[in-house]
C-alpha cells in the first residue's frame, strides 16, 4: 500500500501537473509547484477525497509545503480515525 | 391597537431562502415598501412589535425601530398579531372592533389574531408560542383559506401589480429632482415622481406610459438609461445606461446597468454591467459581474421549477421565473444563471461558461464547475466587511454571529454539494 507521501505527491502532480518523481518534500505547492489560489482549493479537495478525509479549509489552505501537507493530512488522519 | 409581526415558523419562513436566512420575512420587498410597511399602513397601529426566529434576533433588533422579541410587547394593549406572510389586503377579514379572534391556515398556523386588552389577563405569555397557543385555547380559531406569501417568487411575480398599487397609495408626483435636457418623459407626468436630490442626466427615457415610474431621494440616473414603468428606483440608486423594463423594485444604495426586469433588488447590490436579469430576487451586498445573465424563460415555455432545499425542485406554476440570489454573494464574469435558479447567501461563483448548476448552496465556492468549500467563511467575512466599508455600513458582532448561525443551518445542504464536487473533480 502506498505511504501518505506517495499518495499526497501523486494527487499534486495529477492536480498541478507535474511529475510526481520530481516533487520534494520542502517543495511549496504555490512558488515551487506554481499552485494557483484555484488549484489551492482543488488540491484541498483532492486530498480529502484521496483520504476520505474532512479538513477544515482556513488551515489546510495555510499549508505551504508538500512535507508540511503530509504531516497536516496524517495528523488529520489520525484524528478522524481514518487508516492512511 | 399595537401591531405585532410574527416570522416564527422556522420551517415555512425556509420557502423564502436564501432571502430570509438574513433577515425577517417582513423585510423582503414587494412594490415600492417591505412586506412589513405594507402590514404598518393597512393596520395603522399606535405601536408595532415584532417576533423572529431566535438567530435573527440581534440583528433584526439593530436595524428596526420596533421592539423585536420583547414579551413586554404582549400586553397592555388590544394586540392584533399578524404573520408575516399574509397578505396585507387579507387584513379586510378581521373585524378589529369585535371580540377577540384567532384565524389560521388550514395546518393550524396562526395567520392572524385580534386580541382584546381586557382578553389578555386571562391568557399565558411568557413567550409568544405560550400566547398564540393560549389564545388558540381561549378563543377557538376559526380556519380561513387567507392570501399569504408562500415563496419568494410569489413577490417577484406579484411586483408589477404592486408598484402600480403602492405608487397610488404614494400619492407623489411630479418632478422634484432635476431632469438635464434632453430627456423624455413618455405618458402622462402625474405617473412619474422624481423625488428632491434626484439627478437625470440628458439623454435619459422615462416610460410611463404602461405604469409608473418613482424615483427615491438622490437617485443619479446617467445617460442612455430607459426607465420603463411600473417601477420603483430607491435612495441614492445609481443607473448606469440601463435598459430598466417594467416591473423593476430598487432598494438603497444599489449601482445598476445592463438590461433588468421585473426584478427585485434588496438593496447596497451592484449589477454594475451589461447582461441581463429578469424576474429574479437579489438580495444586498450582491455583486454580479459584468455580462452575468440569468434565464427566465425555459426553451419549450413550460413552468419553471425551483430548487430551494438542493433536492426537490418545486413547481413554480409559472412560466417566468428567474434567480433568487442570497446576500452577499458574487458572481465572475460571464456567470450564466439557469431558468429558476437557486443561489445561496455568501456564494462565491466563477463561470465555467457553461450555465451553472440550478442550486448553488450557501457559503459554496462554486469553482471550476463544482461546488467546493473553497477559501473558508473567514474570507467571504473580510469580503463582506470590505463591500460592507465601501457604502459606509459596518459588519458588527451581530453580523457575524448571525452569518455562523446561518452557515450550520445550510451546512447539510452544502455538505452534500461539496462532497458530489470533490468526486466530480476526482473524475476530470
Same mark, same amino acid.
Given at each position: 500500500m502506498a505511504t501518505i507521501e506517495e499518495r499526497v505527491k501523486a494527487v499534486t502532480a495529477r492536480v498541478l501537473k507535474v511529475d510526481a518523481d520530481k516533487?520534494?518534500?520542502?517543495?511549496?505547492?504555490?512558488?515551487?509547484?506554481?499552485?494557483e489560489s484555484v488549484q489551492s482549493i482543488e488540491l484541498v479537495a483532492m486530498f480529502e477525497e484521496e483520504f476520505g478525509i474532512e479538513m477544515e479549509e482556513e488551515a489546510a489552505l495555510s499549508v505551504e509545503t508538500v512535507g508540511s501537507a503530509i504531516e497536516f493530512i496524517a495528523d488529520v488522519c489520525k484524528q478522524q480515525g481514518v487508516e492512511a | 391597537m399595537r401591531l405585532v409581526l410574527l416570522d416564527i415558523d422556522a420551517t415555512k419562513r425556509r420557502n423564502f431562502d436564501p432571502l430570509s436566512l438574513s433577515r425577517p420575512i417582513w423585510e423582503l420587498r414587494c412594490g415600492i415598501s417591505s412586506l412589513g410597511e405594507k402590514l404598518v399602513a393597512r393596520c395603522k397601529p399606535a405601536q408595532t412589535a415584532a417576533f423572529v426566529v431566535d438567530y435573527l434576533v440581534p440583528t433584526t433588533r439593530a436595524r428596526s425601530k420596533w421592539p423585536v422579541n420583547?414579551?413586554?410587547? +404582549? @400586553?397592555g394593549d388590544d394586540l392584533l398579531l399578524v404573520s408575516?406572510?399574509?397578505?396585507?389586503?387579507?387584513?379586510?377579514? +378581521? @373585524?378589529?372592533?369585535?371580540p377577540s379572534t384567532v384565524l389560521t391556515a388550514?395546518?393550524?398556523?396562526?395567520l392572524c389574531a385580534w386580541i382584546r386588552k381586557e382578553d389578555l389577563a386571562r391568557l399565558k405569555k411568557a413567550s409568544i408560542a405560550e400566547l398564540l397557543a393560549s389564545a388558540c385555547a381561549a378563543f377557538r380559531p376559526q380556519v380561513r383559506d387567507l392570501p399569504v406569501w408562500?415563496?419568494?417568487?410569489d413577490l417577484v411575480l406579484a411586483n408589477p401589480a404592486q408598484l402600480t398599487k403602492d405608487f397610488a397609495a404614494t400619492g407623489k408626483s411630479g418632478i422634484e429632482g432635476s431632469i438635464e435636457e434632453p430627456g423624455a418623459i413618455r405618458g402622462?407626468?402625474?405617473d412619474v415622481y422624481v423625488a428632491p436630490g434626484c439627478t437625470i442626466h440628458p439623454m435619459v427615457v422615462i416610460d410611463a406610459s404602461n405604469g409608473p415610474v418613482y424615483l427615491d431621494q438622490g437617485v443619479e440616473v446617467h445617460p442612455f438609461t430607459r426607465i420603463e414603468g411600473p417601477c420603483y428606483i430607491g435612495p441614492k440608486c445609481i443607473l448606469l445606461g440601463?435598459?430598466?423594463?417594467?416591473g423593476m423594485s430598487i432598494g438603497p444604495m444599489c449601482r445598476v446597468g445592463g438590461e433588468v426586469e421585473e426584478s427585485i433588488i434588496q438593496g447596497y447590490?451592484?449589477?454594475?454591467?451589461?447582461g441581463f436579469l429578469g424576474h429574479a430576487y437579489v438580495g444586498e451586498w450582491v455583486n454580479l459581474g459584468a455580462l452575468t445573465t440569468n434565464s427566465d424563460l425555459k426553451n419549450d415555455y413550460s413552468s419553471v421549477s425551483v430548487v430551494l432545499d438542493g433536492k426537490a425542485p418545486i413547481d413554480?406554476?409559472?412560466?417566468k421565473v428567474g434567480s433568487i440570489i442570497g446576500d452577499h454573494t458574487k458572481t465572475s464574469i460571464g456567470t450564466l444563471l439557469n431558468t429558476g435558479s437557486f443561489v445561496g447567501a455568501m456564494a462565491l461563483l466563477l463561470a465555467t461558461g457553461k450555465p451553472l448548476p440550478k442550486h448553488i448552496p450557501s457559503?459554496?465556492?462554486?469553482i471550476e464547475g463544482v461546488v467546493s468549500k473553497g477559501f473558508g467563511k473567514g474570507k467571504l467575512y473580510e469580503t463582506a466587511k470590505t463591500a460592507m466599508s465601501r457604502r459606509k455600513c459596518q459588519w458588527t458582532q451581530a453580523d457575524q454571529d448571525m452569518w455562523d448561525a446561518v452557515f450550520a443551518l445550510t451546512a447539510p445542504q452544502r455538505d452534500e454539494a461539496v462532497r458530489k464536487g470533490r468526486k466530480m473533480m476526482a473524475r476530470q
Open positions: 516533487i520534494k518534500l520542502e517543495d511549496s505547492f504555490a512558488a515551487d509547484l506554481g499552485a | 420583547d414579551v413586554a410587547s +404582549l @400586553d408575516a406572510r399574509l397578505k396585507a389586503d387579507a387584513l379586510d377579514a +378581521l @373585524d378589529t372592533g369585535g388550514q395546518d393550524g398556523e396562526v408562500n415563496y419568494a417568487w402622462s407626468r402625474k440601463a435598459k430598466c423594463r417594467e447590490s451592484n449589477k454594475y454591467h451589461d413554480t406554476g409559472s412560466t457559503f459554496a465556492w462554486f
